[in-house]
């Protein structure tokens, strides 16, 4: 439990006089400012910070820190988000002063050691996603793919296609998806999904012409379902001259047991802060490295590193590229941690992570389709999604009051209503480092939740510094400054 100050703000907690640490008396003459700064410069009065002394404040910080829900604290099954535990010797990793500190305007000579990480990870990208070419510049995983769909606007127009305008994209999507394909210029198609959750082959040829620019597809997607089709589906997308988008947002389900690149896609983004286990939330930092086929090469933003004889350089003489998206060279920090990650776990380590990831999936889904039904199915990938319709209409319990309550229970939510596609949509991903014992504990709670009275529900979480925020209104309209009352 909190007690009352530790909920309180610095500015609340302020006493006049209070001081973490006296200074010695200045003993340097004194000169009005007047003298050293233009009159209108000078302060009448000074300015009123809170007063407090050395144990407030420190107090006040850890308390604040302890009001969010982290991996470090909590186990945390957020769908779709992929919150895998942050190894800490990345952490120490990319603290080390060669990486932390370094300068993007440093001469190429004196950041060698930064090139040939970067340059490396250019290449085991490419190599675990089956394709040719990397750009590590995009920031986020959304960026990685409007900058793709970028470089395949830029194909088309060099190719002259122009008339291929359209994207096609499975209802079942992220809706960063659409969001890339209109931002790039494209139209956007839906295409449906099967009640099991994969492309409906009718729809999806129904949609499929000669004005196809790309098909945008998750797989395995965001119900947790790897769409056996997808190479007739690549090859039909072939076959009427468009490309495959692969949404990688879900690669930590399928690392080393299959690349996009032999099962047909043409480009795709990563999203290290998930796959990789870079430590995310609160919008970042991410990064969206893209991979793509060889004949998309040039187009890739500019620069990219390059390996010479006299040691690596950042090429910038590419005159097909699309030019930058990102300052310098991306989000550096997020990739040194993925790459600390990557060579942590050599080839086998990353096969056997997408192994324990689609295990604890599974062992978690087979807990919880007996008190909530998973419409997609007995087994899934990394992720799965369940619904409360049921529990719904029977108790009036609704997925967002589970979710709530669960954090009474220390446990952080599930995704709720995302997809779309499902009633009362609770989407869980494990993560592969959870052990048995806390897929056991979610369980238990979970049930637990189900037996409770629905209107003490209605107003969980109870143990929360803020119950239920107006979440729309916080992010249209945050209140990021303290004003007295
Ligand atoms: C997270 C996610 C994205 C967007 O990635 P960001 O790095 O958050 O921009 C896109 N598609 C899917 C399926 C995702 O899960």
Redesign the pocket.
């Known amino acids: 439990m909190r007690n009352t100050l530790a909920t309180k703000l610095l500015f609340e907690l302020s006493q006049p006089g209070r001081r973490a640490g006296l200074m010695p008396a200045c003993d340097v003459p004194e000169r009005p400012a007047e003298e050293l700064l233009p009159g209108e410069c000078v302060a009448v009065k000074p300015p009123p910070l809170p007063e407090l002394a050395e144990p407030d404040v420190v107090r006040h910080y850890a308390n604040l820190s302890q009001q969010n829900m982290s991996v470090d604290t909590h186990t945390y099954p957020l769908g779709?988000?992929?919150m895998k535990y942050n190894p800490k010797r990345n952490e120490r990793f990319a603290a080390l002063p060669g990486m932390a500190n370094v300068h993007p305007y440093q001469p190429d000579e004196s950041l060698q050691g930064m090139l040939q990480l970067l340059y490396e990870m250019q290449e085991i990208l490419a190599e675990i996603g089956g394709l040719d070419a990397v750009s590590l510049q995009p920031a986020?995983?959304?960026?990685?793919?409007l900058t793709a769909l970028l470089v395949a606007a830029a194909y088309y127009r060099d190719t002259h296609q122009e008339s291929r305008r359209k994207v096609l994209i499975p209802d079942s999507?992220?809706g960063?998806?659409p969001a890339s394909a209109a931002m790039a210029g494209f139209d956007t198609v839906t295409v449906k999904s099967t009640p099991k959750g994969y492309v409906d082959m009718d729809d999806f040829r129904s949609k499929l012409d000669e004005t196809v620019a790309v098909f945008m597809i998750?797989n395995p997607n965001?119900l947790g379902m790897f769409d056996r089709e997808i190479k007739r589906i690549a090859d039909e997308v072939h076959e009427a001259g468009g490309m495959i988008y692969l949404?990688g947002?879900?690669m930590n389900a399928i690392l080393g047991v299959t690349r996009p690149g032999d099962f047909g896609a043409d480009m795709m983004?990563y999203?290290p802060?998930?796959t990789f286990s870079g430590p995310?939330g609160g919008g970042g930092p991410?990064?969206?490295p893209i991979a793509v086929r060889a004949k998309l090469e040039p187009y890739l933003p500019s620069p990219v590193v390059e390996k010479t004889p006299s040691g690596y350089r950042l090429a910038y003489d590419r005159p097909k590229s699309i030019g930058r998206v990102r300052s310098f060279f991306g989000n550096t920090g997020v990739l040194v941690r993925a790459y600390s990650y990557i060579c942590t776990h050599g080839p086998d380590g990353l096969k056997r992570v997408a192994e324990n990831a689609v295990l604890n999936a599974n062992y978690l889904l087979s807990r919880v389709k007996h008190i909530f039904p998973v419409p997609q199915g007995d087994r899934c990938m990394h992720e799965f999604v369940a619904s409360a319709g049921q529990l719904k209409a029977d108790k009036g319990i609704s997925a967002m009051d589970i979710g709530k309550r669960l954090l009474d229970h220390g446990f952080h939510a599930p995704t709720v209503y995302f997809p779309p596609i499902v009633k009362e949509a609770m989407m869980v991903e494990p993560t592969e480092t959870e052990s048995k014992a806390s897929l056991d504990a979610l369980t238990a709670t979970l049930f637990r939740i189900t037996e409770e009275d629905a209107e003490f529900l209605h107003d969980a979480p109870h143990t929360t510094s803020t119950s239920r925020p107006d979440e729309v209104a916080a992010a249209r309209t945050p209140v990021l400054s303290w004003k007295p009352e």
Not at 140 to 145: R, V, Y
Request: proline share 0%.
């Open positions: 779709s988000c992929t986020a995983g959304a960026q990685g793919e999507a992220h960063t998806n998750t965001t949404d947002a879900n983004h999203n802060h998930k995310h991410g990064a969206g």
